[in-house]
């Protein structure tokens, strides 16, 4: 936007300092960024040294791998530091992912709905109750998870035959991969929703009402003109939302059972019904065990790896929003 | 108008290009609408039988007590009274910051490289999980240099965990909020209302204090609310920073300054150890704090609306 130029006097003193003073304020957020940055991965380090690539790959159990490091001896020399994350970045993975594009699909058809085709007194209850639900805290939908949904799945849907069938490798109780998506799914679709409905709505008339001219029915336009030049905020909108569902650590420690399981993809419809353990649920899980330093390290070495990849998507967003500025479409 | 609607024969001919394919999809729309209305219905309808059911005066006046019994552990007066400290002091230090990166951003904004990096540096920290932001906190508040703020073990370790800890990370989460409503705000005052002031002699930053900002006041207060709001349903950092003590356990003498520096709950952190998930097991009480705070967040986040429609419609 144009900047209107300074005063005709020119720069006044007190001018200088509050330029001066404010700048200092916003550079304070750089500031406290760099320290988060630094501190965490010199605190993770540690961890990642002593297993290198390994971290990251599979072996063992992690919850037996977790106790034997709160339980190492209190010499530094002998801390353990033996860890391999594979099950938890994959239960993070599936979780994310699955809620992103269960959300994605859900949210498309809810933003057109809510611009298109909702009749006006539908509108008008559908946009708070988007506000609502986007505003509902984790631990209200983790409540409601752990108290309502993991019992129903527990004790219907999964048949006493089902849980003998795993009995030997996991105990199938309602806390679940199922769960977690659907719950997860809820509180990030709405995000998305807010979004995709703000940039369908700048799509400018013109190129709508021109599709409308050639004969399109209203679907069509929608889909292929609206949708098609919202793309770019869409893309946005994912990249906020699966944000959002990384970091989400209290309700899956609620709902998703807290075993350092890897659900089997052939294991058929059971593989639904699985236990998982997410990064950032296993850090709320063990807060307590922050002050032994060894698990310490451990539990920032997770937190190293989600504010890694949070930074990588927000670069993401921000490449993503580049070709939206040069068609002049605002997010 | 009227002649144009005359001569084409109405939108008949557009509906009639109807796939089955597109009928298939509009019903879906309407299917997720409907869906979306039934998720959130179902889910207030459902807080508020339980919390009708388990709330009571009593369980907001009396303080928690450590109890197996569920019908003994008392009520949630401090997980209140916590929610109510930590929305202040977040939104107390994320305002003057939020205000301050806004007004610089949009009236100042020089060197260029720092505005942009100021701009993406507030959207890293609002995609920053807040458990990351939490257990960033301990770790700066565990400094030695910083131990005034909490308590310090006798073997000289900072414990890290203390409201004012809590405070300063929840700040972090509402600092986008607050930043990116005051610039909305900011950039939807005309530039000929700058200019005006100019012309009467103001220097900018007269014109900053007394003319934007309280132009922006609105956006301010919206932002603020749900900051608020946002701070009241955070959960990870109120378990990792607060140290989820079940009441305000001070720390020192002074009256104010030691329940700052001690540690406490929030709503959320009550709820969240009296599931099934936590320590305490007491689902009744569990439900009935979750009402609580689902009317809170609801209040910070709908409120506003009410206030300001009224002063735009007085206007």
Known sequence: MARPASPATGPHRSDKRAELLLGALASVVLVLIAGMVVFVLAKAWPSFSHNGLAWFGSGGNVDTQLIDIFNSPANPDKYEYTFHAWPLLYATALVTLGAVIVGLTFALFAAIFIVEFAPNRLRAVLEPVVRLLAAVPSVIYGLIGILVLVPFVGNHLISQGRKESVAYVVQLSGNSLAVAVVILTVMITPIMIALIVDALRTVPRSWTEGAHALGANRWRVVWTIAVRAARPAIVGACVLATARALGEAIMLSMVSGSVGFAPNPLDGLTFFVEPVRPLAATIVDNAEGLSVKPLGQTLYAFAAVLLISSLFLSLGAWLVRQPMKRYGVRP | ?315
């Open chain 2, 1 to 315: 108008m009227e002649a144009a609607t005359a001569r084409v024969p109405a939108a008949r001919p557009l509906e009639s290009g109807w796939r089955r394919s597109d009928r298939l999809f509009v019903g879906l729309c309407w299917a997720t609408g409907i869906l979306l209305c039934l998720i959130a219905g179902s889910l207030v309808l459902y807080m508020l039988f339980r919390g009708l059911q388990y709330v009571s005066v009593d369980l907001l006046t009396t303080h928690p007590v450590s109890d197996l019994d569920q019908s003994k552990t008392g009520g949630f007066l401090d997980p209140l009274i916590g929610t109510v400290i930590l929305a202040v002091m977040g939104t107390l230090i994320a305002l003057p910051l939020g205000v301050g990166a806004a007004v610089w951003l949009t009236e100042y904004g020089r060197p260029a490289w720092l505005a942009r990096s100021v701009e993406s540096g507030i959207e890293m920290v609002a995609g920053t999980p807040s458990i990351v932001l939490a257990i960033f906190g301990l770790l700066l508040f565990s400094q030695q240099f910083l131990s005034f703020l909490s308590f310090t073990a006798s073997g000289n370790a900072v414990f890290g965990r203390s409201f004012f800890a809590a405070g300063a990370m929840m700040s972090l989460i509402a600092l986008p909020l607050i930043f990116g409503a005051t610039r909305a705000a900011l950039q939807a005052i005309p530039s000929h209302v700058r200019e005006a002031s100019y012309a009467l002699g103001k220097t900018k930053a007269a014109t900053i204090r007394r003319v934007l900002l309280p132009m922006s006041r609105e956006g301010m207060a919206t932002g603020t609310a749900l900051g608020m709001g946002r701070i009241a349903g955070d959960t990870a950092i109120v378990v990792i920073l607060l140290g989820a003590t079940l009441r305000l356990q001070g720390v020192g003498d002074e009256p104010v300054l030691s329940t700052l520096r001690g540690t406490g709950s929030t709503l959320t952190s009550y709820v969240y150890n009296n599931s099934p998930a936590g320590e305490g097991n007491a689902p009744d009480k569990a439900y009935a704090a979750a009402f609580v705070l689902l009317m809170v967040v609801i209040a910070l986040n709908f409120g506003i609306d009410l206030f300001t429609s009224r002063r735009a419609r007085r206007a």
